[in-house]
T-cell receptor
Framework: GIQVEQSPPDLILQEGANSTLRCNFS?????LQWFHQNPWGQLINLFY???GTKQNGRLSATTVATERYSLLYISSSQTTDSGVYFC??????????FGTGTSLTVIP | ETGVTQSPTHLIKTRGQQVTLRCSSQSGHNTVSWYQQALGQGPQFIFQ???????GRGNFPPRFSGLQFPNYSSELNVNALELDDSALYLCASSLYQVANYGYTFGSGTRLTVV
């Protein structure tokens, strides 16, 4: 299967700070998604981004498929951004391959 | 439009017992996938059901089995529970059997095996 590595594993930010989360993957992919796992365990889809750049409010993401990495940017972080962020990829077949996540804590 | 619902939310079982977890797919979705998420790890694919048939399986032993019903809801059954089966079990529904943009996850069932 595809190996997915995320960095950093843990991140602590002051409210209002910016951050960049990285996802490296070992093979070409047809789908890449960023998820936020809330305290209740639900995975919320943030971006569907197999290539290119997308923005949604304070969040944006960039995937450089040829170099096999994706970045998630969080600007002006808020306490509600806390949680675990996962990158998941798919190339063929029927499963997502997840990274081990970045645990983000935003302190007031 | 209803989302993906899972039951129960929490469960405690004894080693060696059997457990059944349930998932109702999002309206209009015909495919259900199950994932296991151990503490501090990313979710790992268990298997997928499409049109009531298993349609792909991850690296899990046969004591993990499932069903999909005509209304596309699904069950995950685990026999002979082991301590390492303690995890959050996530269900995702989608339209068609490939992992694509329409993937919607439920909130999961947290299983503790003692």
């Amino acid at each position: 299967g595809i190996q997915v590595e995320q960095s950093p594993p843990d991140l602590i930010l002051q409210e209002g700070a910016n951050s960049t989360l990285r996802c490296n993957f070992s093979d070409s992919v047809n789908n890449l998604q960023w998820f936020h796992q809330n305290p209740w365990g639900q995975l919320i889809n943030l971006f569907y981004i197999p290539s290119g750049t997308k923005q949604n409010g304070r969040l944006s993401a960039t995937t450089v498929a040829t170099e096999r990495y994706s970045l998630l940017y969080i600007s002006s972080s808020q306490t509600t951004d806390s949680g675990v962020y996962f990158c998941a990829v798919w190339n063929t077949g029927n499963q997502f391959y997840f990274g081990t996540g970045t645990s983000l804590t935003v302190i007031p | 439009e209803t989302g993906v619902t899972q039951s129960p939310t929490h469960l405690i079982k004894t080693r060696g017992q059997q457990v059944t977890l349930r998932c109702s797919s999002q309206s209009g979705h015909n495919t259900v996938s199950w994932y296991q998420q151990a503490l501090g790890q990313g979710p790992q694919f268990i298997f997928q059901y499409y049109r009531e048939e298993e349609n792909g399986r991850g690296n899990f032993p046969p004591r993990f089995s499932g069903l999909q019903f005509p209304n596309y809801s699904s069950e995950l059954n685990v026999n002979a529970l082991e301590l390492d089966d303690s995890a959050l079990y996530l269900c995702a529904s989608s339209l068609y059997q490939v992992a694509n943009y329409g993937y919607t996850f439920g909130s999961g069932t947290r299983l503790t095996v003692v």
